[in-house]
């Protein structure tokens, strides 16, 4: 994906297995975020870093998702544990991850570390990727936000 395609659409389960399709984002501002794990230091850190800033975003009218590839199982131990208020995706078969086109890091066996900031109309206005510095994602997706 690059700066300007449209929101891919697509289909997976959240935390509390309900099916999510990626058109219920469209009319207000998403940002997408794909991780590696859950429950791994960075990704806690990431995951932690949305949830503190959560109100930042809905102030911004944005929708906030993350997306691994862990199961929805996990992901609502995840969700629970850290009291994330936010949408996780289960992408077991790793499908979604390869329709956004997510680089993997470490010789392929690592899962990047990518968001994906869209407008109200599902337009891609910045890709931001960055493994090893995970909280800087709330940050650079904050300024794109304020852009729009």
């Given at each position: 994906m690059k700066e300007g395609d449209k929101l891919p659409e697509f289909s997976l389960l959240d935390q509390n297995r309900n099916e999510f399709?990626?058109?219920?984002?469209?009319?207000?501002?998403?940002?997408?975020?794909?991780?590696?794990?859950?429950?791994?230091?960075?990704?806690?850190?990431?995951?932690?870093?949305?949830?503190?800033?959560?109100?930042?975003?809905?102030?911004?009218?944005?929708?906030?998702?993350?997306?691994?590839?862990?199961?929805?199982?996990?992901?609502?131990?995840?969700?629970?544990?850290?009291?994330?208020?936010?949408?996780?995706?289960?992408?077991?078969?790793?499908e979604v991850r390869k329709l956004f086109e997510v680089p993997t890091n470490l010789l392929g066996f690592i899962p990047g570390r990518v968001t994906y900031i869209f407008d109200e109309e599902g337009i891609l206005k910045k890709i931001y990727n960055s493994q090893m510095k995970p909280e800087s994602h709330v940050d650079e997706a904050m300024k794109v936000l304020e852009e729009i």
């Open positions: 399709n990626s058109k219920s984002l469209l009319g207000k501002k998403s940002v997408i975020y794909f991780y590696p794990k859950d429950e791994t230091k960075g990704c806690t850190a990431q995951a932690c870093s949305f949830r503190d800033a959560f109100e930042d975003f809905k102030n911004a009218d944005a929708n906030v998702v993350g997306i691994s590839s862990d199961s929805p199982e996990s992901h609502e131990k995840f969700a629970k544990r850290y009291d994330l208020p936010f949408t996780l995706l289960s992408d077991e078969e790793k």
